[in-house]
């Protein structure tokens, strides 16, 4: 038995959706932990892709069962569009399950999200603009909407009277906008819990019945460490804790009961939306990735910003996360250059710093130092082994094992399930077993 936190080691996007996939024919139950809307995570299956933003990715595996933990944050219209659509590729969704205790995104909360980012500027975040931060934030004011009271319509609407009015005030006053129609908004979301409501269930217990039972678990966490409110680039981050404490916390269970953490790296690095980003590029070899990677949001279509791989947020995502692996996506995006540049470490201030740094203006201060590898300029597509590899391309995940300090586990190689090389099974195999530098 192994229950597994999968997380991303960057900014997000960095291919989650296909790793926790790939690991989901292992789980018995697959938990999405924090986050809302504003996370995208996209699978490809024989051709077909699939655009998931609240339900779990193992929700193609019709025997595991899909939870939607407390942590997370619930746009109802989404959710339901996007069972519809599932349904309508003939996935079976009964496997899912909504946590009763998790919060309820409004349409005033994206009315304010995108409100506030309009009025901040060129000091804009770089929100989605989906309502998540507003959400949270009543999440931590005690004023939100839980989904217990989703589908409890009397308690819906005692809360919602007050809470929209109450909301109005702030839209009309403070933003010139127009009021909510308290009486439209409940008649819409009662609708809503009348759809939703057979999939609601306390699910830190369902969980706990399944740690019990001795299951496969696996924890799919969205967004990336570097995004997490607390422990990310602050302010540029989400409004939640996409690192592995975040998973226990927005499941509903002790730390004692995860097995291993694994984290999702892309062979190069990107971000959307705002903030510093010492390795990006912005030339041509910056285009290149862009366009062989498609970076482009899930979620928002926005285009990525793309740079080297950065060591020094590497060692901060293995550090605060615990990981014990590494699963290194979109390898075949650098198939063209001839060589290949690592950050090791930054240039702050004229000083080394081989520490991602907590204050905000120091990091905006830092210039990456690299180290230049060779490249391999071949296809790696069609590679399903190590050995498979261009000496090149193995010497270059060698590189990255040992500056991170951390085996590879799993090296991606493209968008399908099959375009990927298994180095150790994560979760069955032994913990330290993997691809390091000194094989």
């Known amino acids: 038995m192994a229950n597994v936190i999968v997380i991303g080691a960057q900014w997000g996007d960095e291919g989650k959706g296909k790793i926790t996939d790939l690991l989901s024919r292992s789980a018995d139950v697959v938990v999405r932990p924090q986050g809302g809307v504003n996370?995208?995570?996209?699978?490809?299956?024989?051709?077909?892709?699939?655009?998931?933003?609240?339900?779990?990715?193992?929700?193609?595996y019709p025997e595991t069962e899909c939870i939607i933990g407390s942590g997370t944050v619930i746009d109802p219209k989404v959710l339901l569009e996007e069972l519809q659509q599932l349904k309508n590729l003939n996935v079976a969704t009964d496997n899912l399950f909504i946590s009763?205790?998790?919060h309820v995104t409004m349409p005033y909360h994206r009315l304010l999200d995108?409100?506030?980012?309009?009025?901040?500027g060129e000091k804009k975040i770089g929100t989605t603009g989906r309502g998540i931060g507003p959400t949270y934030a009543d999440?931590?004011?005690?004023?939100?909407?839980?989904?217990?009271?989703?589908?409890?319509p009397d308690e819906l609407k005692e809360k919602l009277e007050w809470t929209i009015n109450y909301k109005n005030v702030i839209l009309e006053k403070l933003y010139n906008l127009d009021p909510l129609d308290p009486q439209v908004v409940i008649e819409e979301y009662i609708d809503y819990a009348e759809q939703l409501k057979p999939y609601v269930v306390d699910s830190s217990l369902k969980i706990y019945e399944a740690i019990q039972q001795k299951k496969n678990i696996l924890f799919e966490g969205a967004q990336g460490t570097l995004l997490d409110l607390d422990h990310g680039t602050y302010p540029y981050v989400t409004s939640s804790n996409p690192i592995a404490g975040g998973a226990?916390?927005?499941?509903?269970?002790?730390?004692?009961v995860v097995d291993r953490v694994i984290g999702v790296a892309k062979a190069y690095t990107t971000r959307v939306g705002e903030g510093p980003f010492p390795t990006e590029l912005h030339g041509e070899i910056g285009e290149q990735l862009c366009d062989r990677?498609?970076?482009?949001?899930?979620?928002?279509?926005r285009r990525r910003r793309c740079g080297w791989f950065d060591g020094v947020i590497g060692r901060y995502a293995v550090r605060v996360n615990g990981l014990d692996c590494?699963?290194?996506?979109?390898?075949?995006?650098?198939d063209e250059l001839a060589e290949i540049k690592v950050c090791v470490a930054y240039d702050l201030d004229g000083k080394r710093c081989d520490?991602?740094?907590s204050n905000a203006s120091e990091f905006a201060r830092c210039t990456p130092i690299y180290e230049t590898l060779p490249g391999w300029q071949q296809s790696t597509e069609n590679c399903r082994k190590l050995e498979d590899l261009p000496k090149e391309a193995l010497d270059y995940l060698k590189f990255l094992a040992e500056l991170m300090d951390v085996p590879i586990a799993i090296v991606s190689l493209g968008a399908s399930r099959d375009q990927t090389i298994i180095v150790e099974d994560p979760i069955h195999g032994p913990k330290r077993a993997l691809l390091t530098s000194n094989q």
């Open 39 to 60: 996370a995208g995570h996209t699978i490809v299956v024989q051709g077909q892709t699939f655009k998931l933003h609240l339900i779990p990715s193992g929700i193609l």
């Open 100 to 102: 009763q205790t998790a």
């Open 114 to 120: 995108q409100a506030s980012e309009q009025r901040r």
């Open 139 to 152: 999440k931590s004011e005690r004023t939100g909407i839980r989904v217990v009271d989703l589908i409890n």
């Open 248 to 256: 226990c916390v927005g499941s509903g269970i002790g730390p004692t």
């Open 293 to 301: 990677g498609a970076e482009f949001g899930t979620t928002t279509g």
């Open 326 to 334: 590494l699963a290194i996506t979109k390898l075949d995006v650098l």
């Open 355 to 357: 520490h991602f740094p």
